[in-house]
């Protein structure tokens, strides 16, 4: 049989994973491509470690969240003609679509 996990050194320490995300970071910079440092950014936060992970690894619900505020904050400094708000809509909303006459909801041409 094969090594077990079990069996292999532990590499799973703060320590390494510091390296392993200035490793990314610094490839990102190489590549000139933005990126975003969950290590540091989340670092920051107060409470972050009990706050924002359930064992260390998987998000809690608050740190889904703040994940999901930094993505927006990078998305829309890199790309701000890709932001929602910046893109063109091509269709009605919701509420506007007459489900009785679409024809003149959806006009064909």
Known sequence: MGE???DWPLDRTNDHTARYAHTAV???AD???PCLDLYALLQQEERWGDRLFVDGLHFTP???ER???LL???LAASW???RPEALASHFPPWEAIDVDNMTATFPIQ
């Open 4 to 6: 077990q996990a079990r």
């Open 26 to 28: 610094a490839v990102a």
């Open 31 to 33: 590549l000139g491509l």
């Open 62 to 64: 608050a740190g889904q």
């Open 72 to 74: 927006q904050e990078l």
């Open 67 to 69: 994940v999901w505020q």
């Open 80 to 82: 701000p003609e890709a």
